[in-house]
């Protein structure tokens, strides 16, 4: 393939719809390492689309935030627990909220330290900024990533409630373990579901999900939201 | 091709140095003299430029992210180590060339010895015992941020589309019929979206 043929075919998006058999792929392929041009065009086309796979596109909705609470309720004698609450504050549950502002948010959260808990929370309250990933239900998209390198991972979760007044929601690992579970109000229509969760309880490099029911009928699953875990 | 600065790289105010756009080299003979001398720059060009080339390449033909990695790494192990010996090339503007061919013979040892068909389950998750330095993981982080408001600042309709390709993968055809477009014009679209984009991921990155 010439350099002409490449601009006047389009090829570079036609390689990233992935639209090229694969004896054009292989000659667009053997072209772009040759050519500058068309290596720089099809790299930052790619950094786009991996960026909007990624889920750094974000949608336009109001966010609301769910309460986390863990699985297992601390005790003096549990070992590496720890109860994370977060408060909304009243400008911050504002309905007016766009999504460029609710992109990052300060979230008040609260530690409490349990003994042998990780050495990662801290007591007593700090605000944080957190950028939530938007999440689509599994049927959706590719899996997300979800950076786990701040002290808190966030989530946006594309929820229908379908008349759901209140929300359940649990986060299991890939083995099916259920990492932490909780209740939340059910958004307005057009807002996602924003989920913070502290870091520490999640690994590096794994896969988790996300399911979201009715918590007035438990049978009742509004969404699974697959998501991978990054550094 | 467009003319290049022979050996000299052009610099640019930059927010991190280790994310600047990637200087302008050709590759001339001394070019590769500098990457058989082991030159840092030259070699962390030589690493990002061809790193992203490949990545696209092997994508395609190798599932697993682990394999896509590996393969990579050895056909920039074999690059250099035949460059060293041979101390450089015949041709040396076709190490674009060279480089396309030594990991076209990687993926073809790999189909040979079955790693590409090695089913990995569907919720397998392979932990990477690679370890990332701070300088490429602040280089990840400081990337999504630039993306992300290059994303942010396209218009919605362009939004609306990369969306409905690249994050909900809809049938293509669905979204000609949805936009009463034919698919070369869905390319034009997205050409125009893809220009847009680089012009504020250039534009952050002068920041």
Redesign the interface.
């Known amino acids: 393939m010439t350099?002409t043929e490449a601009v006047n075919s389009?090829a570079?998006?036609?390689y990233?719809?992935?639209?090229m058999s694969e004896p054009e792929?292989d000659a667009f392929?053997?072209h772009?390492?040759?050519?500058?041009?068309c290596?720089d065009?099809?790299?930052?086309?790619?950094?786009?689309?991996?960026?909007?796979?990624?889920?750094?596109?974000?949608?336009p909705h109001v966010a609301r935030v769910a309460t986390f609470t863990p699985a297992q309720k601390p005790t003096p004698t549990a070992a590496g627990s720890a109860a994370v609450v977060s408060r909304a504050h009243a400008w911050y549950q504002s309905t007016a909220l766009p999504w460029?502002v609710a992109?990052t948010l300060a979230v008040m959260v609260g530690y409490q330290t349990q003994q042998g808990a990780p050495a990662t929370p801290v007591t007593g309250d700090r605000a944080v900024a957190v950028t939530p990933t938007l999440l689509?239900p599994s049927s959706?998209?590719?899996v997300p990533a979800v950076?786990v390198?701040a002290p808190y991972a966030a989530v946006a979760l594309d929820v229908d409630a379908a008349g759901a007044t209140e929300l359940s929601y649990d986060l299991r690992d890939?083995a099916g373990t259920v990492v932490t579970s909780g209740r939340a109000a059910a958004p307005a229509p057009g807002a996602p579901l924003l989920v913070v969760i502290p870091s520490f309880t999640l690994k590096g490099?794994?896969?988790y999900s996300l399911t979201v029911r009715d918590a007035g009928q438990a049978d009742r699953t509004l969404g699974d939201y697959p998501f991978?875990t990054t550094? | 091709?467009?003319a290049?600065d022979s050996c000299t790289p052009r610099e640019r105010g930059l927010r991190f140095s280790g994310l600047s756009r990637l200087a302008?080299y050709e590759f001339d003979g001394e070019y590769v003299e500098r990457l058989v001398a082991e030159d840092p720059d030259t070699e962390r060009h030589f690493t990002r430029?061809?790193g992203?080339?490949l990545?696209?390449?092997l994508r395609?033909k190798l599932r697993s992210p682990a394999l896509v990695e590996d393969a990579k790494q050895e056909t920039f192990v074999r690059v250099l180590t035949t460059l060293k010996k041979k101390r450089g090339l015949a041709t040396p503007e076709?190490l674009?060339?060279f480089?396309?061919a030594v990991a076209n013979n990687v993926v073809f040892e790999l189909y040979r010895s079955g790693a590409k068909s090695a089913a990995l389950p569907e919720?397998h998750?392979?932990?990477?015992d690679r370890i990332?330095s701070a300088e490429t993981?602040l280089m990840a982080?400081e990337e999504?941020v630039r993306?992300?408001e290059?994303?942010?600042e396209l218009p919605a309709k362009e939004?609306q589309l990369?969306?409905w390709?690249?994050?909900?993968?809809r049938d293509?055809d669905e979204v000609c019929r949805e936009l009463n477009i034919d698919?070369?014009y869905?390319?034009?679209l997205?050409?125009r979206?893809?220009n847009r984009?680089?012009d504020h991921?250039i534009s952050e990155e002068a920041h």
């Open positions: 350099h389009l570079s998006e036609r990233l719809l992935d639209e792929r392929e053997t772009f390492f040759e050519c500058t041009a290596a065009d099809v790299t930052i086309g790619s950094r786009m689309q991996r960026g909007i796979e990624a889920g750094l596109l974000q949608a460029a992109a689509r959706r998209g590719a950076s390198g890939a490099e794994q896969r991978a550094p | 091709m467009p290049l302008r430029y061809f992203d080339l990545a696209l390449k395609s076709s674009g060339a480089v396309n919720d998750d392979e932990p990477d990332q993981g982080a999504r993306v992300r290059a994303l942010d939004k990369l969306r390709l690249f994050f909900e993968n293509k698919r070369n869905l390319r034009v997205l050409h979206a893809k984009f680089r991921y």
